[in-house]
């Protein structure tokens, strides 16, 4: 711990600094923006692209930004400083580097020297241009510092040595209130991370904020001081706002302070999310008891450490710092009581305001989202706009895919600034699976599923059963498994059929089969599971858990093909010419952007294209291409509507299409005299006419 040094800003700190200041005054000063109605966006982690600051504010209309650590505070000097290990994760996550070339430099084969020769302060961060005046910020900015930052350039602002126009270091001895839309917002700010092991090292800072080698963190004494400068500029009509990088939601030292600032809203960063968060804690509790767990939680971490230097830290410190000290353990001890607990007086004690009425936003890095607090009337709205993540790959991957998903929590690697789509979909990170839920796995068929009366482990007594089954129970099962005998045939023989030729379309009045898209056939009884393909990546257990449980239910089963399923905006499109996939999108015009998609049935394609399935992304856009599509097609008019499933086939001529094997008798018989076989009637409407009499349909 070290002996304070920073000017003067409250009556703990000595006169003597580079700047003095008099005692019992606090760094403050009220900017007025707008006393009807103004926009604060809120952002974090612009990790160095400060050009981004003018833009993003002017997007939203905004009149201020308030932004919650990873500013981008490096200068050519800070490289010698940050340490090989850091370097490496500023180059990974900078938005200044191109995507090829940071590829290269993180190869693996690449030693940290390679990094450290290549890399300069123009690939990390423009803040030497915004100090030269080469970028000037065109609303006022207010900031914390955040993780990665150099604490040498932090302390040079503290000492008033870097300025910058309309850029405000929001610290713990400086605060700055906002009059705008009839609200004074007070805001109050804490840098760093907090790392409860650090908080009595301040490495190569000089007074009560920490850093080094790239890094900051926070600091008791830090947070002390804060406090006392809270407690002085106090004003019962300004409205709080705590401003800090590390998140309130995770960490109870944070809460604490809050509630100690009287806090009524706060921002923060360091979660590194995809969405911004919005809450107060009686939304994410269960009950207030989980409230002061959390803050009891946060108090033992600390506890940990501090019986540890307690009788070091004594050694050191002096008296200005003693009085930040025990500001700081008197926020480490704000644990609400209990709901019940009787005050000193014998009243019940009243339930901790914060507990509903302090708001919380967690923002998500500046590539991927923001914050607006739009101030009108006295009241402050929100609006969160979040990237988000892009589960559209659900739509194109085939099932048994793996992905490796981005995992929670970890610095993304933002691109731009502003946001913009990335090129690769990132999938949310999966629920893994629950093994103990396959150990046992789900009967295929009514044969394994326990009869009424029948032995089970559970009716088992001393090695007998509870009842047996009777005569009459024993010759239906016998009926049951030749029934699913004959069923597994079926399903066989149907699949191997499907596998070598195609499939009967149906038949529309016009005479021409109309093709639909190909699906699994289904099982006429709920006894038996056709078999189908397993995928690869399933495993044994797996392939038992895609199955339904066999019961005499009607409803439907559950799918066990590994065919995705049909796209529920797809227009079906029949042409008396053929047409290829360029000519049949730029039939629909306008709609054609809105085309995912075109796809010929497997029984026509390379033979006349005359019918296909137009995919669309969405129902607005299936809708435009329905309306708005060209009246010809190649000088023909041709057929447009909305694709349908496929209707059950009726029992008496598709019985389980026991005629193509043979069976079926008096449904072969019907299916011939309707034209619907080879040996059907010559004068079949929409037939060709061949040599010997018999008709076959366009396309068989």
Not at 414 to 422: F, G, L, R
Not at 449 to 461: H, I, L, V
């Amino acid at each position: 711990m070290q002996p304070s040094s920073r000017p003067a800003s409250t009556s703990t700190r000595p006169a003597v600094s580079p700047l003095p200041r008099p005692t019992q005054q606090v760094n403050t000063q009220t900017k007025v923006l707008d006393t009807v109605q103004g926009r604060l966006l809120c952002i974090a982690d612009i990790r160095g692209r400060l050009s981004a600051l003018n833009d993003l504010a002017r997007e939203v209309n905004a009149s201020a930004i308030i932004h919650t650590g990873d500013f981008g505070f490096f200068e050519a000097s800070s490289l010698e400083r940050i340490n090989d290990r850091t370097l490496r994760h500023l180059t990974m996550y900078s938005p200044l580097i191109p995507q090829a070339q940071r590829n290269h430099l993180l190869e693996a084969q690449n030693p940290p020297a390679h990094i450290r020769q290549t890399v300069n302060v123009s690939m990390l961060s423009e803040f030497p241009l915004l100090l030269s005046g080469q970028i000037k910020l065109t609303v006022p900015v207010y900031t914390v510092w955040g993780a990665c930052e150099d604490v040498l350039v932090l302390e040079k602002f503290r000492a008033g040595t870097y300025t910058v126009d309309n850029l405000h270091v929001i610290d713990e001895a400086t605060t700055r209130l906002i009059d705008v839309g009839g609200v004074k917002l007070r805001l109050l700010g804490l840098g760093g991370a907090l790392v409860p092991h650090k908080m009595f090292d301040n490495g190569d800072g000089a007074a009560t904020i920490a850093g080094g080698q790239g890094t900051m963190w926070t600091t008791a004494l830090q947070i002390g001081e804060l406090v006392d400068t809270a407690q002085r500029v106090f004003d019962q009509t300004e409205t709080r706002v705590l401003v800090t990088h590390a998140s309130p939601g995770r960490e109870g030292i944070i809460s604490q302070l809050a509630l100690v600032l009287k806090a009524d809203l706060t921002i923060s960063a360091g979660l590194h999310f995809r969405y911004a968060t919005s809450y107060n804690e009686f939304s994410v509790q269960g009950d207030y008891k989980g409230f002061r767990q959390k803050l009891l939680s946060g108090k033992e971490a600390f506890d940990k450490v501090w019986e540890s230097v307690k009788t070091q830290v004594d050694i050191v410190i002096d008296e200005n710092q003693r009085v930040l000290l025990d500001k700081f353990l008197s926020v480490v001890e704000r644990i609400p009581p209990p709901q019940g607990q009787t005050g000193p007086p014998g009243a019940p004690a009243v339930e901790e305001p914060a507990w509903k009425n302090c708001w919380h936003w967690n923002l998500c890095d500046a590539a991927y989202g923001s914050l607006v607090l739009d101030v009108k009337e006295g009241r402050v709205s929100a609006e969160i706009k979040s990237q988000g993540f892009n589960y559209a790959y659900r739509r194109t991957t085939p099932v048994g895919t793996s992905h490796t998903p981005a995992p929670v929590g970890a610095p993304q690697n933002p691109n731009s600034v502003p946001a913009t789509k990335p090129s690769t979909p990132i999938p949310p990170v999966a629920a893994p699976l629950n093994k103990s839920a396959t150990s046992t796995p789900l009967p295929r068929s009514g044969k394994d599923t326990p009869r009424e009366g029948a032995e089970t482990p559970a009716n088992k007594t001393n090695g007998t059963s509870s009842g047996g089954p009777t005569p009459s129970e024993k010759n239906d099962r016998k009926k049951e498994k030749k029934k699913e005998k004959k069923e597994r045939e079926r399903a066989e023989r149907e699949t191997k059929e499907k596998a070598g030729d195609a499939e009967p379309s149906e038949k529309k009045e016009g005479g021409e089969p109309e093709p639909t898209e190909p699906q699994q056939p289904k099982p006429t009884s709920g006894k038996a599971t056709p078999n189908v393909d397993i995928p690869e990546a399933s495993t044994s257990e797996g392939a038992e858990r895609m199955m339904s449980p066999a019961t005499e239910s009607t409803g439907a089963r559950t799918p066990t093909s590994k065919r995705p399923p049909r796209n529920p905006w797809t227009l079906f499109v029949r042409s008396q010419t053929p047409a290829n996939e360029g000519e049949l999108r730029e039939f629909f015009g306008e709609a054609k952007d809105g085309i995912i998609r075109v796809h010929y049935p497997a029984s026509y394609a390379g033979k006349n294209q005359k019918m296909a399935f137009v995919e669309f992304g969405d129902e607005e856009a299936m809708k435009a291409g329905l309306e708005k599509h060209a009246e010809k097609l190649k000088d023909t008019i041709p057929e447009v509507k909305q694709a349908s499933d496929r209707e059950p086939r009726d029992n008496a001529f598709r019985g389980g299409r026991g005629w193509r094997g043979g069976r079926g008798g008096f449904a072969a018989r019907g299916l011939s005299q309707a034209g619907l076989t080879r040996g059907g009637p010559p004068h079949m409407e929409g037939g060709e006419k061949k040599a010997n009499g018999d008709s076959k349909p366009e396309g068989a």
